[in-house]
């Protein structure tokens, strides 16, 4: 059961995911700190898993972890390509089909927070995002040429095209989701806070 505590441990764990954000930003941009930008991308989205597990295990699921923890990883996400497409070591149509899918989704959360609704995660979600997470920085490393560089690539590219997949068939399951909330919130009054 979700509580309305603010300082517990994954909700920290969020926090720290989110101001993490302009170190490996700036580590990926200047040239010579690839490996150490994509060391700590992969710290950063390694700790989704972390907050998920510890928030379940302990008892510490909130309201503002509920959404946190969403927005953290689409944050890091989104930076992180929009970085690797800039140093040209992701390409820019890939990124793409990564952000426009976020986009949608997060249009679809704010009409969901104008509400007072929302839709839980769903594991093909997760394992999408952990597809891609694993996927984007491989690639990004291949390109950088970093130590064993294309089998890097090679297996970037192949967590990339699963987790892409998985990502649309999340989407068209959040968009039913999405669906049921809404024809909810006309029949009922919103849920308090």
Not at 55 to 62: E, N, S
Not at 113 to 142: E, H, Q, Y
Not at 156 to 171: D, K, Q, S, T
């Amino acid at each position: 059961m979700a509580t309305r505590r603010v300082l517990t441990v994954p909700n920290v764990l969020s926090f720290a995911r989110i101001l993490l954000i302009p170190v490996f930003v700036l580590l990926l941009l200047h040239h010579g700190t690839e490996l150490s930008g994509l060391r700590l991308l992969g710290l950063v989205v390694s700790t989704d898993w972390v907050d998920g597990v510890v928030a379940r295990r302990t008892g510490q699921v909130t309201e503002l972890g509920k959404w946190l923890d969403p927005i953290a990883d689409r944050a890091a996400i989104a930076a992180a390509l929009v970085t690797l497409v800039v140093r040209e070591a992701f390409p820019l149509w890939a990124a793409l089909l990564i952000l426009v899918r976020d986009g949608l989704v997060l249009m679809a959360g704010m009409v969901l927070l104008a509400r007072r609704r929302r839709i839980d995660v769903r594991f093909i979600g997760k394992v999408a995002t952990f597809s891609l997470m694993f996927g984007v920085p491989a690639v990004a490393w291949g390109n950088f040429g970093l130590p064993l560089a294309a089998a890097a690539r090679a297996l970037g590219w192949i967590a990339f095209g699963i987790g892409i997949v998985e990502y649309y068939v999340a989407a068209v399951l959040y968009a039913f989701d999405l669906r049921a909330a809404l024809r909810h919130a006309e029949t009922s009054p919103p849920a308090s806070r």
